[in-house]
């Protein structure tokens, strides 16, 4: 189709991954344009720029997903239940049409469903025309850039030529002026908090939580195709209790444990003599910010000095309680003040817990169940058992909660166990070769996104403890911990470890084993205790999985290295030789993914069981002593951990960590939020989503001055713009969402991760991408080359998406997405060496006899050699030319 003089078109940048500043990727495509050689028979005019305010209305869902017959099935510990348990029972429960969908239609329900689950509840801007928070706002400002291309003859140059150097129509075609405006769909500010050292640990502890929720996306979303089978079941009972353990109980008795801590701290901090004094001041302290807290439901009074008397009431009731508890009542002010710190960790699990129950439902009822726990075992230690000091009330409450910690990591354990049962029967007696393939990849995912995630988390935590207790960090004399400033020069005694309680209960014997102390263990310091506390804690395989876990991202590292390198100076068009062995290095990467989920499995759920197993059953064999291989197990463990404590106190070394890992963390969270699905009221897709279709919306009911509106619209997509781009116009396609008709579509993706990584890890998901993942069955490795010349015509298809043409374009050492309808292609160009401004290689689904001639919807083609970045800049020509034949087109 040629222009014409009256033609105008709409290009939306929708950016990646990483941090964007507004109006960057705008700014970028205007460049890529206006950077057109002379001979390339374009030329665009200067770019001018205006602000333009997009009412927002969010994107609303028909037929809700969580209708009354859609209830989660289980009615047991419901607040900790996972959204997605709502897919489950829909598809359970939903009524079967009278013709069941199939084959492409079927895998595209389950993504329209998800997509639901994270829509139905949201509650933005446009309803009700009220912003959700005082932080939002009911209109999306973005800049657009107006300018236009001249008239021009034919086509000339180098990119953009399909094989054998032929010109597509509308390369030969003459074109008139063409009006052009760029509009920028940026979301970025929208899932980044701000760059410090909290908000990096907040982000990676967030990562960590999330990421074992994904290993439970994996499974259900495949109970759509699987759920008459009871093993598929049963394995999607396991995934969802193992994420339940490892991101409620476990992180949450972390916390609670650090609080137990709060009870031995008046000896160190007050002096002696004077904590009656304290405990009566503390407890004022603590009746005012009760106050603080509770005004928010107090009722309102027109009197300034009732407003002020409301605080002075509170202090002077609760520090009254206190003088009367210890003057009258003989209650030692050492056990109140005890109990004091307990209301202060009350403080700091209210505040872990509202923040965490955003990101994962069901936090605060478990922290709060789990915090009563904990004070009444400090209760009952202090007062029912008559234990002689706070000191010693305070180490047996800290091994009941470590107790009830070790018994959460061996339910983890069990039900890993059970997963790994489960799911090599699944996939394996699956009754196709396609579904066959979809459950591989799917268990694949599980298994890894819950070992690693589990890895993460025990590795932080023995790092935040062993700065407690290892390194010196408190204190003037050298050398003394916060555990010498807590318990003193001799530890209290501790629940002994009898039999079978030897696993959940570290006594002095025990710990003087894992150190392989010389000296009397009743003579042990608490810095000796707690560092044998520390080794049984990690275990004495620790380094192993360290060590087996580095072997996994030395091999991801392996991968990527290559292409990483490649970011710095990105090659310009580069020839076919070195993007071919690109091209082949990373898929062998990709291929070994499936190596690396089975070390982190090892490492997470083998070692961590193998290793204490056999040093118990070694000590029960008539006091034997361990091994000699043990003794240097728990040697490195403690020498290990000890450099963990000292990178985790130093604020240097954290400073540095939150510099260097935020960008690498910022990309990881923004693929994690997008899939996060809570807050049920405010998911971060829900959120983009809404500002995208606004922006739709504007773009169908644009008119400019002479009433005429746009005649065609290109989307231009980078990284997860692209998959945020699909998942929208899939939804939009399939459900027949309210959304005014918008003029033609022009799909424009590079580095789409759609098939290398998203279908390849959530197969049932993103099903409509292609039916058989990559690495499901076969390695990418045994794939057969497109010939070139060759018709393209696979999944996915662009009619399901309603869009006119799709096109995508890719380098061969993208990690994050490459080829979408092509297999193992790459070669940038037929000719020799392939450089630019050699005509590139665009393959088509161009039709053919006896097909009923038309233009094509499919458009693919590798540019070279070079990472996952630089698609909009100097060094990709072959994307300025083929975008401008896009616009014109």
Same mark, same amino acid.
């Given at each position: 189709?040629?222009?014409?003089?009256?033609?105008?078109?709409?290009?939306?940048?929708?950016?990646?991954?990483?941090?964007?500043?507004?109006?960057?990727?705008?700014?970028?495509?205007?460049?890529?344009?206006?950077?057109?050689?002379?001979?390339?028979?374009?030329?665009?005019?200067?770019?001018?720029?205006?602000?333009?305010?997009?009412?927002?209305?969010?994107?609303?869902?028909?037929?809700?997903?969580?209708?009354?017959?859609?209830?989660?099935?289980?009615?047991?510990?419901?607040?900790?239940?996972?959204?997605?348990?709502?897919?489950?029972?829909?598809?359970?429960?939903?009524?079967?049409?009278?013709?069941?969908?199939?084959?492409?239609?079927?895998?595209?329900?389950?993504?329209?469903?998800?997509?639901?689950?994270?829509?139905?509840?949201?509650?933005?801007?446009?309803?009700?025309?009220?912003?959700?928070?005082?932080?939002?706002?009911?209109?999306?400002?973005?800049?657009?850039?107006?300018?236009?291309?001249?008239?021009?003859?034919?086509?000339?140059?180098?990119?953009?030529?399909?094989?054998?150097?032929?010109?597509?129509?509308?390369?030969?075609?003459?074109?008139?002026?063409?009006?052009?405006?760029?509009?920028?769909?940026?979301?970025?500010?929208?899932?980044?908090?701000?760059?410090?050292?909290?908000?990096?640990?907040?982000?990676?502890?967030?990562?960590?939580?999330?990421?074992?929720?994904?290993?439970?996306?994996?499974?259900?979303?495949?109970?759509?195709?699987?759920?008459?089978?009871?093993?598929?079941?049963?394995?999607?009972?396991?995934?969802?209790?193992?994420?339940? /353990? $490892?991101?409620?109980? #476990?992180?949450?008795?972390?916390?609670? *444990?650090? &609080?137990? %801590?709060? !009870?031995?701290? =008046?000896? @160190?901090?007050?002096?002696?003599?004077?904590?009656?004094?304290?405990?009566?001041?503390?407890?004022?302290?603590?009746?005012?910010?009760?106050?603080?807290?509770?005004?928010?439901?107090?009722?309102?009074?027109?009197?300034?000095?009732?407003?002020?008397?409301?605080? /002075? $009431?509170?202090?002077? #009731?609760?520090?009254?309680?206190?003088? *009367?508890? &210890?003057? %009258?009542? !003989?209650?030692? =002010?050492? @056990?109140?003040?005890?109990?004091?710190?307990?209301?202060?960790?009350?403080?700091?699990?209210?505040?872990?817990?509202?923040?965490?129950?955003?990101?994962?439902?069901?936090?605060?009822?478990?922290?709060?169940?789990?915090?009563?726990?904990?004070?009444?075992?400090?209760?009952?230690?202090?007062?029912?058992?008559?234990?002689?000091?706070?000191?010693?009330?305070? %180490?047996?409450?800290?091994?009941?909660?470590?107790?009830?910690?070790?018994?959460?990591?061996?339910?983890?354990?069990?039900?890993?166990?059970?997963?790994?049962?489960?799911?090599?029967?699944?996939?394996?007696?699956?009754?196709?070769?396609?579904?066959?393939?979809?459950?591989?990849?799917?268990?694949?995912?599980?298994?890894?996104?819950?070992?690693?995630?589990?890895?993460?988390?025990?590795?932080?935590?023995?790092?935040?403890?062993?700065?407690?207790?290892?390194?010196?960090?408190?204190?003037?004399?050298?050398?003394?911990?916060?555990?010498?400033?807590?318990?003193?020069?001799?530890?209290?005694?501790?629940?002994?470890?009898?039999?079978?309680?030897?696993?959940?209960?570290?006594?002095?014997?025990?710990?003087?084993?894992?150190?392989?102390?010389?000296?009397?263990?009743?003579?042990?310091?608490?810095?000796?205790?707690?560092?044998?506390?520390?080794?049984?804690?990690?275990?004495?395989?620790?380094?192993?999985?360290?060590?087996?876990?580095?072997?996994?991202?030395?091999?991801?590292?392996?991968?990527?290295?290559?292409?990483?390198?490649?970011?710095?100076?990105?090659?310009?068009?580069?020839?076919?030789?070195?993007?071919?062995?690109?091209?082949?290095?990373?898929?062998?990467?990709?291929?070994?993914?499936?190596?690396?989920?089975?070390?982190?499995?090892?490492?997470?759920?083998?070692?961590?069981?193998?290793?204490?197993?056999?040093?118990?059953?070694?000590?029960?064999?008539?006091?034997?002593?361990?091994?000699?291989?043990?003794?240097?197990?728990?040697?490195?463990?403690?020498?290990?951990?000890?450099?963990?404590?000292?990178?985790?106190?130093?604020?240097?070394?954290?400073?540095?960590?939150?510099?260097?890992?935020?960008?690498?963390?910022?990309?990881?969270?923004?693929?994690?939020?997008?899939?996060?699905?809570?807050?049920?009221?405010?998911?971060?897709?829900?959120?983009?989503?809404?500002?995208?279709?606004?922006?739709?919306?504007?773009?169908?009911?644009?008119?400019?001055?002479?009433?005429?509106?746009?005649?065609?619209?290109?989307?231009?997509?980078?990284?997860?713009?692209?998959?945020?781009?699909?998942?929208?116009?899939?939804?939009?396609?399939?459900?027949?969402?309210?959304?005014?008709?918008?003029?033609?579509?022009?799909?424009?993706?590079?580095?789409?991760?759609?098939?290398?990584?998203?279908?390849?890890?959530?197969?049932?998901?993103?099903?409509?991408?292609?039916?058989?993942?990559?690495?499901?069955?076969?390695?990418?490795?045994?794939?057969?080359?497109?010939?070139?010349?060759?018709?393209?015509?696979?999944?996915?298809?662009?009619?399901?998406?309603?869009?006119?043409?799709?096109?995508?374009?890719?380098?061969?050492?993208?990690?994050?997405?490459?080829?979408?309808?092509?297999?193992?292609?790459?070669?940038?160009?037929?000719?020799?060496?392939?450089?630019?401004?050699?005509?590139?290689?665009?393959?088509?689904?161009?039709?053919?006899?006896?097909?009923?001639?038309?233009?094509?919807?499919?458009?693919?083609?590798?540019?070279?050699?070079?990472?996952?970045?630089?698609?909009?800049?100097?060094?990709?020509?072959?994307?300025?030319?083929?975008?401008?034949?896009?616009?014109?087109?």
């Amino acid at each position: 189709m040629s222009g014409d003089e009256n033609s105008k078109a709409a290009v939306v940048v929708v950016h990646g991954v990483g941090y964007h500043e507004p109006g960057a990727s705008a700014d970028a495509v205007s460049e890529l344009l206006l950077g057109l050689k002379a001979d390339s028979g374009s030329t665009y005019t200067p770019f001018t720029a205006e602000t333009i305010h997009v009412p927002l209305r969010p994107l609303e869902t028909r037929e809700p997903l969580q209708s009354p017959s859609a209830k989660p099935a289980s009615k047991l510990l419901t607040f900790m239940q996972e959204r997605t348990v709502y897919l489950t029972a829909a598809w359970r429960e939903r009524k079967a049409p009278e013709k069941a969908a199939e084959g492409k239609e079927a895998s595209a329900e389950v993504a329209v469903d998800f997509m639901r689950l994270l829509l139905e509840d949201y509650r933005g801007a446009g309803k009700d025309n009220e912003p959700k928070s005082a932080g939002d706002s009911t209109a999306y400002q973005t800049t657009r850039l107006m300018g236009g291309r001249s008239a021009s003859g034919a086509t000339g140059g180098g990119g953009g030529a399909p094989p054998g150097g032929k010109a597509s129509p509308a390369q030969g075609a003459k074109t008139g002026p063409t009006g052009l405006h760029i509009y920028e769909m940026y979301w970025a500010d929208l899932l980044r908090p701000d760059n410090t050292i909290l908000s990096f640990f907040q982000g990676l502890y967030q990562v960590l939580f999330h990421l074992a929720s994904l290993s439970r996306l994996a499974i259900s979303t495949g109970s759509k195709e699987n759920g008459k089978r009871a093993v598929w079941r049963w394995l999607d009972g396991v995934q969802v209790w193992a994420v339940r /353990v $490892l991101t409620l109980p #476990i992180p949450i008795l972390s916390v609670i *444990l650090f &609080v137990a %801590l709060f !009870g031995a701290f =008046p000896r @160190s901090l007050y002096p002696v003599g004077r904590a009656d004094i304290h405990a009566v001041v503390v407890s004022g302290l603590l009746g005012l910010a009760v106050c603080l807290i509770a005004s928010r439901w107090l009722p309102a009074t027109r009197w300034t000095l009732t407003w002020v008397l409301i605080p /002075v $009431l509170f202090i002077v #009731i609760f520090a009254g309680a206190a003088a *009367l508890t &210890v003057y %009258l009542g !003989g209650f030692s =002010p050492w @056990s109140l003040l005890a109990l004091e710190g307990w209301g202060v960790g009350a403080g700091i699990v209210y505040a872990s817990a509202s923040f965490y129950d955003e990101v994962r439902e069901g936090a605060k009822q478990t922290a709060w169940i789990l915090y009563g726990f904990g004070l009444l075992s400090f209760i009952w230690r202090l007062f029912v058992c008559r234990d002689a000091s706070v000191e010693e009330a305070t %180490l047996r409450t800290m091994q009941i909660i470590l107790a009830a910690l070790r018994a959460s990591w061996a339910l983890l354990l069990m039900l890993a166990i059970a997963a790994l049962i489960f799911g090599s029967i699944v996939w394996r007696t699956a009754p196709s070769r396609e579904a066959k393939a979809r459950a591989r990849a799917a268990v694949r995912t599980s298994r890894m996104a819950l070992a690693m995630p589990a890895l993460g988390i025990m590795i932080v935590t023995m790092a935040l403890w062993s700065a407690l207790f290892v390194k010196s960090t408190t204190g003037k004399q050298p050398g003394r911990t916060i555990a010498a400033s807590l318990f003193g020069t001799r530890i209290p005694e501790p629940i002994s470890g009898t039999s079978l309680l030897h696993i959940f209960f570290v006594d002095k014997a025990d710990a003087a084993r894992f150190l392989m102390v010389p000296t009397n263990p009743e003579e042990m310091t608490p810095n000796d205790y707690f560092r044998g506390v520390l080794i049984w804690s990690a275990t004495p395989g620790f380094p192993l999985e360290l060590l087996i876990l580095a072997a996994g991202f030395f091999l991801l590292i392996l991968w990527a290295l290559p292409s990483v390198f490649s970011e710095g100076d990105p090659p310009r068009g580069s020839a076919n030789a070195p993007s071919i062995r690109m091209g082949r290095w990373l898929s062998r990467g990709l291929d070994a993914t499936a190596i690396v989920a089975w070390l982190a499995w090892i490492a997470a759920f083998v070692v961590t069981v193998i290793f204490p197993a056999v040093y118990w059953i070694r000590l029960s064999l008539d006091g034997a002593a361990p091994w000699t291989w043990m003794k240097l197990l728990n040697h490195s463990t403690g020498t290990t951990l000890a450099w963990l404590g000292l990178g985790a106190s130093s604020v240097t070394v954290l400073a540095a960590l939150g510099k260097s890992g935020s960008a690498i963390l910022d990309i990881i969270r923004d693929v994690d939020n997008y899939l996060r699905t809570s807050p049920r009221d405010f998911t971060p897709r829900a959120r983009i989503l809404e500002r995208y279709v606004s922006l739709l919306r504007y773009l169908a009911a644009y008119k400019d001055e002479k009433g005429e509106g746009y005649s065609r619209i290109v989307i231009v997509a980078h990284s997860l713009g692209a998959l945020i781009s699909g998942d929208l116009l899939l939804y939009l396609r399939q459900t027949g969402s309210a959304v005014p008709a918008t003029p033609p579509i022009t799909l424009f993706t590079m580095g789409n991760p759609v098939r290398q990584l998203l279908n390849r890890f959530f197969p049932h998901l993103y099903g409509w991408v292609r039916r058989e993942p990559d690495n499901g069955l076969k390695e990418l490795s045994g794939l057969t080359p497109t010939p070139v010349g060759a018709r393209i015509n696979s999944d996915p298809e662009p009619n399901m998406l309603g869009v006119n043409l799709w096109v995508n374009a890719y380098r061969s050492g993208d990690y994050v997405g490459r080829s979408l309808w092509l297999d193992e292609r790459y070669n940038r160009s037929t000719a020799q060496p392939g450089a630019y401004p050699q005509a590139a290689c665009i393959e088509t689904d161009r039709p053919v006899p006896p097909d009923p001639p038309g233009p094509p919807t499919r458009e693919e083609m590798c540019i070279g050699a070079g990472g996952h970045v630089h698609y909009w800049d100097e060094s990709a020509p072959d994307i300025a030319e083929r975008l401008d034949q896009l616009i014109r087109q």
